[in-house]
């Protein structure tokens, strides 16, 4: 038989106690919900003051509620509201929203991205950031400022009340692979290369992207960017290119037109050198009529050329070539290995690569800089023998 009640008041209202005969406590409430209907909740405890924190905690909870705030969010409820928002503001564009949704799927498939953010705890997210180490650095790193970003947005929300990944414990972990780096092609290489697209005819109901390959050999433009070429952005009597768009990938894979480049320094004017003439005006001459304007289009699909579609043909191409299997991206690092060896000045290649510092440049080419200061250096020590002999 339960024992006689009590008259509680707490910080919210009155409450209602009633010993159980198991010797544990009730204490009963009566409360206004978010709606404005009146309710009543019972909160169990081993004593009367656990009881009145349950409940101080429920009220504590209910009163955020109230003012809009989901305290039962999780990371990716938080971040997925962000960056629509950010998007619908213009912050961000559809290849930038695409690439976070993508990311924060490795959140998503795991614990705590299921779980309300005010319910995780350091060892949790530390759990987590042991388990993505398979991935590169670059993602692993992504992935950890999107943690950081979502526990700031709930602290600043006061859906948490501390930001745990203030923690010193909670460092971005490295990747168990090491980083890749793109090569670029030898001068051997290049002139294999060169020679077996200039011999290519093609295969019949099959694209031909020698053009675009030779034109970022010679350029050093992205594929994305030479994809988004139209016939307007070939100056022939001012010898430049225009670079004014790149072919970026949205929501669902979707692959279409963005004005302006990778980044605000991918728009510019690149020189065009004589041997890439020939190239252009076959381009031109050869090119079809399409919706889009572009110089470059796949007829056989009847839209834009992908950079994975070119990057199959540049890993066949080097099969044949007995070239070690890159990326196509090799060709731009290849015209940037070429310029510097040609004397060609740093901040010159930044501006026609479209690298928006030039320290980006200089980390990129660190290798290639370093040899070339080597040399320098054998030819300061011929120069000042040359003068005290």
Known sequence: MAKSKKQCRNEKGDGTFRQ????????????????????????????????????????????????????????????????????????????????????????????????PIRYLTELQVDMFLRS??????????????????????????HITDENIMLSSSLKCPKSNKPDKKVKSLTKVEQAKFVSFLENYTGQHNRNNYSNQLMIELLTG????????????????????????????????????????????????????????????????NNRVDNSLNLLFYDIQKDGIIST???????????????????????LRHTFATRCIEANIPAVVLKKWLGHTDIHITLDTYADVFDSMYNDSINKLDNYILNITV
Do not use: W
């Open 20 to 115: 159980r005969q198991n010797g544990t406590f009730e204490y009963r409430i009566v409360y206004v919900d978010e709606y404005g209907k009146t309710k009543r909740k019972s909160f169990y405890g081993q004593s009367d003051v656990l009881c009145i924190e349950k409940a101080e905690t429920f009220l504590y909870d209910l009163e955020k509620q109230k003012t809009g705030i989901n305290i039962n969010a999780t990371i990716c409820d938080i971040l997925k509201n962000k960056y629509f928002i950010d998007l619908e503001k213009n912050f961000v564009h559809e290849q930038g929203y695409s690439r976070n949704m993508a990311n924060l799927r490795i959140i998503e498939k795991s614990f705590i991205g299921k779980v």
């Open 132 to 157: 993505i180490t398979h991935y590169s650095n670059s993602t692993i790193s992504k992935v950890y400022l999107q943690l950081k970003l979502a526990f700031r947005e709930a602290f600043n929300q």
């Open 221 to 284: 433009m992205r594929m994305g960017e030479i994809n988004a070429l139209t016939p307007e952005c070939i100056d022939f009597e001012k010898g430049i290119i225009h670079v004014k768009s790149t072919v970026a990938r949205g929501e669902n894979y979707r692959e279409f037109i963005k004005n302006g480049t990778k980044t605000d320094a991918g728009v510019r004017d690149v020189p065009m050198p004589e041997a890439i003439k020939p190239i252009l005006r076959s381009a031109l």
């Open 308 to 330: 994975n579609q070119v990057n199959c043909f540049f890993k066949r191409v080097c099969e044949k070539c007995g070239i070690e299997k890159r990326g196509q991206h090799a």
